[in-house]
């Protein structure tokens, strides 16, 4: 069972697999949905994969919480959980944001921190895990972790000190990431509103 084998072509067989099935119904149905529902959809599917992983790693990850000599994979354990419960919110997050109509005062509320910020928290544990796998991998490394944070503080001071307007050019993307199938036209002349 693919599952029970832990060799590389095993999970690269499961990669491969998940991809061709996904890009396959992708492709099929996007052919006749506009981009905006696919992207509901897909806000949906990614919830569901991770609220699955939240569920099936959350009790491990309480128990590494509550332990007082935790081991070394529990800090993985309790990363795993608070990345993907990261990512089931924000999934969650802008699925309510595009049936609400996309908002702007939404997309700008404080909601959006804590669930984000959690990705940080957990990349913090999966970084300062001493030697979480076979003692070797991933290597305790707090330099990299500092330069990594201090470069992204650096990068959010420089962007709020100079606002660069990234419009126009994100503007002319448009035509290369718009609406490949022109489901979403709706008659429209030239373009999609998705």
Do not use: C
């Not at 790693?57 to 309480?62: F, H, I, L, S, T």
């Amino acid at each position: 069972m693919i599952y029970n084998d832990d060799r590389p072509e095993q999970i690269r067989g499961a990669i491969w697999l998940t991809v061709l099935f996904l890009a396959v119904i992708y492709g099929i149905i996007n052919a006749f949905v506009p981009n905006s529902d696919m992207n509901i959809a897909i806000g949906v599917m990614q919830a569901a994969a991770a609220t699955m992983v939240v569920y099936i790693y959350g009790r491990d990850a309480w128990v590494a919480l509550k332990a007082k000599q935790p081991k070394r994979t529990d800090f993985l354990i309790v990363g795993i959980v608070l990345a993907w419960l990261s990512t089931d919110g924000q999934a969650i997050l802008a699925v309510v944001f595009r049936l609400a109509g996309m908002p702007a005062w939404f997309v700008n509320s404080e909601i959006y921190a804590p669930i984000r910020l959690l990705s940080v928290v957990a990349a913090v544990l999966h970084i300062s895990a001493p030697g979480a796998v076979d003692g070797v991998v991933p290597r305790k490394n707090r330099l990299a972790m500092g330069v990594g944070l201090g470069g992204a503080v650096l990068l959010v001071l420089a962007l709020l000190w100079t606002r660069p307007d990234i419009g126009p050019l994100l503007e002319r993307t448009r035509p290369y990431i718009s609406d490949f199938f022109q489901t979403g036209s709706a008659g429209v002349p030239g373009g999609s509103p998705a």
